[in-house]
């Protein structure tokens, strides 16, 4: 089992459509990210929680909304998407919670398409 | 304004040779770097990692150099094999601090058989 899961792996959506992407991690991190990579752009960090608590949102527009109900647990609602919102969808974890600029555990993604 | 720059989109070698992998920082802040390798259908996975206290780091295959004044960092995989083939990504972060890491673009390697 890898240390941390995402699901769905793939999914297509609809602009109207309300979805969430899940993100479980195994491995008793205190942080958790969501990051968005695009074609040919860096990987972008959209939310970083730690110790359950939201510690950075990079002006992510409000069509994402992030949850961490516990440090195991993230969740990223989706509604109103746009077609350029299509991208992989990475979620990761980092050990400490003091400090975000530790080596990052990454699950495998979902690949996301706004039709 | 991309503070960490992999300025190569891609990088054909053949097996068995050196392959380099190249990347640029702007910030004189960070002092923590990291390589991540990226399958596709797959998270990237950590590599290996250089604090600015040293200039190298080896491990097995793999050593990344890092030339501070430059700004400067590199990555050799000698020899290299087809399994190598990936997406390369470069982060950097300052030490010290709640700032999360910054990634660079990556570079698509292909070993050649």
């Known amino acids: 089992e890898t240390g941390v899961t995402q699901t769905p792996r793939h999914l297509v959506m609809g602009m109207t459509n309300k979805k969430s992407l899940k993100c479980e991690q195994h491995l008793g991190h205190n942080a958790m990210y969501w990051y968005k990579q695009s074609a040919k752009k860096p990987l972008e960090l959209m939310f970083v929680?730690?110790?359950?608590?939201?510690?950075e949102n990079n002006s992510v527009p409000s069509r994402f909304s992030p949850e961490c109900p516990n440090s195991s647990h993230l969740f990223l609602h989706l509604h109103t998407l746009q077609p350029e919102d299509s991208a992989l969808y990475l979620c990761?974890?980092?050990?400490?919670?003091?400090?975000?600029?530790?080596?990052?555990?990454f699950g495998s993604g979902t690949q996301l398409s706004v039709l | 304004d991309q503070q960490v720059k992999q300025n190569s989109p891609s990088l054909s070698v053949q097996e068995g040779r050196i392959s380099i992998l190249n990347c640029d920082y702007t910030?004189?802040?960070?002092?923590?770097f990291l390589w991540y390798k990226k399958y596709p259908a797959e998270g990237p996975t950590f590599l290996i990692s250089i604090s600015s206290i040293k200039d190298k780091n080896e491990d097995g295959r793999f050593t990344v150099f890092l030339n501070k004044s430059a700004k400067h960092l590199s990555l050799h995989i000698v020899p290299s094999q087809p399994g190598d083939s990936a997406v390369y990504f470069c982060a950097a972060s300052p030490g010290a601090g709640n700032t999360p890491l910054v990634f660079g673009k990556g570079t698509r390697l292909s070993v050649i058989a």
């Open positions: 910030n004189s802040m960070f002092d923590y």
């Open positions: 929680y730690s110790l359950e608590e939201r510690v």
């Open positions: 990761a974890s980092s050990q400490g919670a003091h400090s975000l600029n530790e080596k990052l555990f």
